[in-house]
Structure formats: C-alpha cells, structure tokens
C-alpha cells in the first residue's frame, strides 16, 4: 500500500541546534516534494517544495532534501529557535495525482 | 504570498442544524479550491475540490449531500455541512493553489466545528 511516514514521536530540540525531520514514503513516485508549517488550531503554511529531479533546497534558515532512492526527505532547521516549535507536514504530489499529507512531526524547540 | 482567508474560525451547533464556511482568496482570483477535513494528530484528508462554475469533485466516501459545497465567483468557495451530527465534528481547512505552481498550496486557518 501506499503509505507517507512521519515520526509520530515528537521532537525535542535545544534552542540554537539544528533540527532534523524526517518524511519517508513507499510505492509512490512523487514528481514534488513539500513541507508545510502547522501551528496548533491553524491551517498549514508553505515553507519549500523540491522537484524530483532536484537533490537539496534551501530557503534561510530551512533544508530540504530529497532522495528518491531511498525515498526519503529530510527536513533541516539550523541554529533552532523556540519560535519555530511547531507540527511540520510533508506532503507529497504523484504524477497525475493530488497531493496527499503525511501526519506531521511535532517539534518543540527548548529554550 | 497569497491569502486565503476562512470564516468562522470556530463554530458550535447543534446536532441536525446546518453549518456554512466560507473560504477567500483575498488577492488573487481561484478557479480551484480544496477542501480539507483533519482529526486530532491525523493528516489532512481531501473531501473535495471545489470549481469555479461548475460542479466540485468529491473524494471516495464523501457525501456530496452532506457537505453541499459551492463556488460561486473566483474569489469565494463555501462549505455547507449539513444536518450536522456530533462525528461531523472536526477541523475544516480549504485552501487554493498557487497560480504558477498548482502544487504549492495556500491554506486558510481553519475551522473547528464542534457539533453538541
């Protein structure tokens, strides 16, 4: 079956190291690639999309990257800061298909 | 970036009333929006898409009379749950594509729809 997994654990990261999610998939070929921001009792926000044909993305502090061997992303936050506590979401878009979410990653950042 | 604005952001009824939320693209026009349902540490499930004019595409499983959805104008797209009932309760999230990359999704805030 078709599956998008995220750790269900939360994570707990001290203040100013970087914190690293992971978002693994099986039996998908995804053309894209996202992660999306969740606060709590809020809708999503965009935070970067990757290309199958593209290895790593940056935006600021944030990392993407996407290995479709191992069908894997991962998620990077350097030098972490309480503000970026938050539930993050990969999601993920087949060819010919809509996008479907994974069930997200806690992250605490602890000051 | 873009805002989709979404109203009520938390609404409590009774159960067998209907609930309407609506779903704005502030500045930008959307011929597509996505409705969305999340429970409690679950992902985000896809009800339906919504369009512009014509008729929106339900997802497997999902009542079409039971949440009446309308896209009257590129700027608004509604819910309506109808004759609600306590396992209706949930939180609602639309959301419209970007215009130059349909993958890239902006979402509203939410509704929490709690149905006594």
């Known amino acids: 079956s078709q599956k998008i997994e995220q750790n269900s654990e939360a994570l707990n990261i001290q203040e100013g190291k970087t914190a690293t999610l992971t978002c693994n998939y099986t039996n998908y070929s995804p053309a894209y690639l996202q992660w999306y921001r969740q606060d709590p009792g809020r809708g999503p926000v965009f935070l970067l999309l990757?290309?199958?044909?593209?290895k790593e993305k940056r935006k600021e502090r944030l990392k993407v990257t996407f290995d479709t061997t191992l069908k894997q992303s991962l998620f990077h936050i350097t030098a972490s800061q309480p503000a970026d506590s938050a539930t993050y979401l990969c999601?993920?878009?087949?060819?010919?298909?809509?996008?479907?979410f994974g069930k997200g990653t806690r992250l605490h950042i602890l000051p | 970036g873009a805002v989709v604005s979404q109203h009520p952001s938390r609404v409590i009824c009774k159960s067998g009333t209907s609930v309407k939320i609506e779903c704005r693209s502030l500045?930008?026009?959307?011929?597509?929006m996505f409705w969305y349902r999340q429970f409690p540490k679950k992902s985000l499930m896809l009800m339906a898409t919504s369009n512009e004019g014509s008729k929106a595409t339900y997802e497997q499983g999902v009542e079409k009379d039971k949440f009446l959805i309308n896209h009257a104008s590129l700027t608004l797209s509604t819910l309506t749950v109808t004759s609600a009932h306590p396992e209706d309760s949930s939180f609602y999230i639309c959301?419209?594509?970007?215009?130059?990359?349909?993958?890239?999704?902006?979402f509203g805030s939410g509704t929490q729809l709690s149905v006594l």
């Open positions: 999601a993920l878009t087949p060819r010919d298909d809509k996008i479907i």
């Open positions: 959301s419209a594509p970007d215009r130059e990359l349909q993958e890239k999704l902006f």
């Open positions: 990757i290309r199958e044909n593209e």
């Open positions: 500045d930008f026009q959307a011929t597509t």
